[in-house]
């Protein structure tokens, strides 16, 4: 079982940057994918970004690449998503989570993980 919390969202104007901070508890972290999703209101959860669980493969939506950065801290039983050149569009619900699967290449389908965090909400004033 994996708890999972996440901070560091909050109102930022457009051209921005935020730190998203993701605090897992449970001893087998280390072992996880990690995954940041977002959720607009009236719209599904989507894929923003993964990373598997030693940090040597990650994975972005096309949307974010360039702009976004997900890493993890396992002695810290941590992940983070740095959030550079935010756009109104980048406005939602910021979920962190975890999969038990150890992938070679981080999945994206929601389906896939196991465990959710309560999400923090990300506003991006134009």
């Known amino acids: 079982q994996v708890q999972l919390v996440e901070s560091g969202g909050g109102l930022v104007q457009a051209g921005g940057s935020l730190r998203l901070s993701c605090a897992a508890s449970g001893r087998t972290f280390s072992g996880y994918t990690m995954g940041w999703f977002l959720q607009a209101p009236g719209k599904e959860r989507e894929f923003v970004a993964a990373?598997?669980?030693?940090?040597?493969?990650?994975n972005y939506a096309d949307s974010v690449k360039g702009r976004f950065t997900i890493t993890r801290d396992n002695a810290k039983n941590s992940v983070y998503l740095q959030m550079n050149s935010l756009k109104p569009e980048d406005t939602a619900v910021y979920y962190c989570a975890a999969d038990r699967t150890n992938w070679v290449v981080p999945t994206r389908r929601v389906s896939e993980y196991d465990y959710w965090g309560q999400g923090t909400q990300v506003t991006v004033s134009s």
């Open positions: 990373i598997i669980w030693n940090g040597s493969s990650t």
